[in-house]
């Protein structure tokens, strides 16, 4: 069975850090795309990230550029989402999502697995 699951969530701070995880099972990651979406209450879904099968393509929102940083380990079947500076309005349920190509465009929900979501809360 197809299968992603989130970690690494938490209470964290305004400017600290966080790293998310997204663990791959039942499937060989290396054929996949990868992004993270995330979601607040009472707003609308937001595309965050997006990394290519092998890693040479990668995309991020305007609210998290050059803030957070998207990654792979395909031997490890994981990806990650590395948040450094995080604000208040990065608190979120984060999505890992999983797709046979590679979709760049980060205003379209175009990937379509699913993990469970993971909780990111940053407050003081």
């Known amino acids: 069975q197809l299968q992603l699951v989130e970690s690494g969530g938490g209470l964290v701070q305004p400017g600290g850090s966080l790293r998310l995880s997204c663990a791959a099972s039942g499937f060989t990651l290396d054929y996949y795309a990868i992004a993270w979406f995330r979601q607040a209450p009472g707003k609308e879904r937001e595309g965050v990230s997006c990394?290519?099968?092998?890693?040479?393509?990668?995309n991020y929102s305007d609210s998290v550029k050059g803030r957070f940083t998207i990654s792979r380990d395909n031997a490890k079947k994981t990806a990650y989402l590395q948040m450094n500076s995080l604000k208040p309005e990065d608190t979120a349920i984060y999505y890992c999502?999983?797709?046979?190509?590679?979709?760049?465009?980060?205003?379209?929900?175009?990937?379509?697995?699913w993990g469970q979501g993971t909780q990111v809360t940053v407050s003081s």
């Open positions: 990394i290519s099968s092998d890693g040479g393509s990668t």
């Open positions: 999502t999983a797709a046979l190509h590679y979709y760049s465009d980060l205003s379209r929900n175009l990937y379509d697995f």
